[in-house]
Every structure is written in C-alpha cells, then in structure tokens.
Nanobody
Framework: QVRLVESGGGSVQAGESLTLSCQASGVTYSSISMAWFRQVPGKEREPVASVDRDDSLSHANSVKDRFAIFLDNAKNTLYLHMASLRPEDSAMYYC???????????????????????WGQGTQVMVSS
C-alpha cells in the first residue's frame, strides 16, 4: 500500500524559507513520477514542481528561482525547498505520485489531476507580510 506523508509546513514571514518533506512508503521514488501541488480554498489545485523517473525537474513559473524540488532516494523522501516566500505562496501543499511518464508542469496542467494516483494529506504553509 502506497502512503505519502508530508511535513514541514508552518507560518513564516515574507522572505523566509521552508522545506517541505514527503516520506513515501510502499513505493520507491525511482519507479514513479512525483510532484508537489498546492491549493487555496476556492481555487483549483495547481502543480508547483515535479520530478520524473529520469530525475528531470520542472517548476512552475510562479516559483521558478525560489523553489527547488529534489529527491533523497536513500531516504525515499521528496523535498520542496521554498525560499523568498511571499504571501501568495500561502496554501495547502500536497505531494503526489503517479506512474512514470512525462510530467513537466505544462504536461501536468494539460492532463489534470486524474493521472495522480496517490496523494498525501497535505501540509499548510502560511506566509504573512
């Protein structure tokens, strides 16, 4: 059984940093594609960053140069380092997994959420100005 557990969210001031973690069990990151999404109430869940089985990375334009997705395969943990946080980054952040395949931010937006089979429970990020 695949389980994804996020952690690392919290409340910070604008300009500060946070690193989110997503611990996986029941699956190894080398066999799947992974991504971070975020959602605010009343809006659709949007992709933030993704990593494919071949370790290719993709980041949404809104977070490029501020956020970085990376894997620690030894720990089977996915991370999202978020720097220079802004109030508009406030959201519930989710990690998700799907069968390996193309998962750039653009392709995720085209395909929607359906291919993403496994989801964590989310971790809340609040950024105050």
């Amino acid at each position: 059984q695949v389980r994804l557990v996020e952690s690392g969210g919290g409340s910070v001031q604008a300009g500060e940093s946070l690193t989110l973690s997503c611990q996986a069990s029941g699956v190894t990151y080398s066999s799947i594609s992974m991504a971070w999404f975020r959602q605010v109430p009343g809006k659709e869940r949007e992709p933030v960053a993704s990593v494919d089985r071949d370790d290719s990375l993709s980041h949404a334009n809104s977070v490029k140069d501020r956020f970085a997705i990376f894997l620690d395969n030894a720990k089977n943990t996915l991370y999202l380092h978020m720097a220079s946080l802004r109030p508009e980054d406030s959201a519930m952040y989710y990690c998700a997994a799907k069968a390996p395949g193309r998962c750039t931010i653009a392709s995720i937006r085209r395909a929607g959420l359906t291919p993403w089979t496994y989801w964590g429970q989310g971790t809340q990020v609040m950024v105050s100005s």
